[in-house]
């Protein structure tokens, strides 16, 4: 749903009332080609653990099937949105960025032959520009993330839900501002667009989602319930790169820019077909207790945080979370920046880059449909031959993150030093086989805590999956331009560096352990049996 959302880097989003683990033709450039108009009459997409309180009361009048129908339509029109501004918003600020290089006034005249917009100093300024857009989002999304679960607490999960949508419609239309009077805004002035997220942004609109969805779906069938969610927005990002093509070889940018307003816009007015599912259970007329006091509600909250920091003790839980601060990089070499990636390296026009997109995204859903459950099935088989078979699923988790990690080192090693198109595509394909990584290590982190602390982990791990993409995108934007000023094979740098980030999470992964106890679940289940036979 958001740029986090085509790849099972998406933010895993749990409640307190439940567990909750995610399951993210080619051409070459003709400078006789003439260069179409954009403007004018010619103009042709974290958990917030405190949103599911356990003093919630459901209304047993949703109508569950109505309410999954909805979000199911949101979530393709919400990720359809994301991929299709990727590539138009690219190269409508790649041409911004190209008329200052040369000196001419932006929106003065036609655009620049594309061609001569992949300059060294106007592909790092753009990546820059790119970078410090991102990592903006991510750091607002992170300070308001608890402010709008408090909030959330307060009044209901709908109204926040509907901030935060409205947030991602104004970053688009600020965007749009910015990119339409060009030749008055400097293009740096699209960072302005950040301060939208002060809305919600997508962490908290995703937590929004599962949350109400948590609470209108029965336990067992929530699962199922997520996974058509997800694979809804997976379709959704799989598409519309190709379509966002399309649409540019034909109309130009623009177009395809405000095609991505109307379906952000549509989705948010959704929202008020929407109910309204969080309802505070009324205090109890005989407790008699008094309001709590500022220093009760301070004193009360500091011990919740060292309570739930009391899991970071446990030497797994703190390797996880230390793999989680390396993974957003992963996921953000596959979106924006790879359309201006290829552009750069392999001379291909933007228009055509979300064709490479959408074969990965292809093959994304092949391994998360098909060959991560074939495998997991596979290697706990007695039939199995012994150097491939684990003694159970809790080791199995562990050992597929470790070769899921693996590949993906593999897989960007390949795009980094990829000499053509046709191999860097088949390191996407190597890539993507490593797409389950970011649910087997949430699964794993899971096993080491109680359900009670379980939650507010998932919560950890999400924040920590936002905060990640802080320095992703600059890191990845300085690679690009020390590559481009080296020289040479040295392009492929970034890849190089989201390779070696691979290599850190699976050497931390080695120092990953099961639990020594039987399942946490089970334990609790049977310590529960165990008082009530001992009560007379």
Known sequence: ????????????????????????????????????????????????VSIANNSISLPTSQKPGAVIGLFVLFAFA??????????????????????????????????????????????????????????????????????????????????????????????????????WFSDVLPPRLLWVSSLAHLCGGAPVMNACIYSILSDVVPESTRSITFMRIHMTSLVGNL????????????????P??????????????????????????????DTGSEPLTFKAHVSRGVGQLKDSLSIVRIRSVALVLCICLLTYPILVCT?????????????????????????????????????????????????????????????????????SYAI????????????????????????????????FIKSIGASHVDAEHRSRLFAIMSLLDIASNIYAMPALAGLFTLGMRLGGEWIGLPYIGVSFTCLGMLVLSLFVQVPATKNIDEESHENLVDRQERRP
Not at 79 to 88: E, G, L, R, T
Not at 239 to 254: E, K, V, Y
Not at 375 to 403: A, C, G, M
Request: charged share 15%; aromatic share 8%.
């Open 335 to 403: 979106l924006q920046f790879m359309a201006q990636f290829i552009s750069k390296r392999y001379h291909l026009p933007l228009e055509k880059t979300g064709y490479v997109q959408s074969v990965y995204g292809i093959a994304h859903m092949v391994v998360v449909l098909l060959v991560i459950p074939a495998v997991s099935f596979l290697i706990v088989q007695p039939t199995i031959p012994k150097w491939l078979r684990v003694v159970d699923e809790k080791r199995r988790d562990l050992v597929l993150v470790r070769w």
């Open 1 to 48: 749903m958001t740029e986090g959302t085509d790849s099972d880097e998406e933010i895993t989003v749990a409640t307190e009332r439940t567990r909750l683990v995610a399951a993210g033709e080619i051409s070459e450039i003709s400078e006789d080609t003439p260069t179409p108009a954009w403007k004018g009459d010619d103009s042709k997409s974290p958990t917030l």
């Open 256 to 285: 395809v820019m405000l095609l991505a307003l109307i379906l952000w816009t549509i989705a948010t007015a959704m929202i008020a077909l929407i109910p309204e599912t969080f309802h505070r259970a009324l205090p109890s007329d």
């Open 408 to 439: 993906s080192m593999v897989g960007t090693f390949v795009l980094g030093i990829s000499p053509s198109l046709p191999v860097f595509i088949a390191g996407l394909l190597i890539m993507s086989l490593g797409s389950g990584s970011a649910s």
């Open 239 to 254: 598409i519309s790169p190709s379509l966002s093509s399309a649409m540019m070889s034909l109309t130009g940018p623009w």
């Open 78 to 179: 919400a990720s359809a949105a994301d991929a299709f501004k990727q590539i138009p918003m690219t190269r409508i600020f790649e041409d911004i960025l190209c008329h200052e290089y040369y000196g001419k006034a932006p929106g003065s005249d036609e655009p620049i032959d594309e061609a001569l917009c992949k300059a060294d100093a106007i592909q790092s300024d753009l990546a820059y520009l790119f970078a410090v857009l991102e990592a903006l989002n991510a750091g607002i999304s992170c300070l308001v993330a608890l402010l709008w679960a408090i909030v959330a607490d307060r009044i209901g999960r709908k109204p926040v839900y509907a901030a935060s949508s409205t947030g991602m419609v104004l970053s688009i239309l600020l965007t749009i501002i910015v990119a």
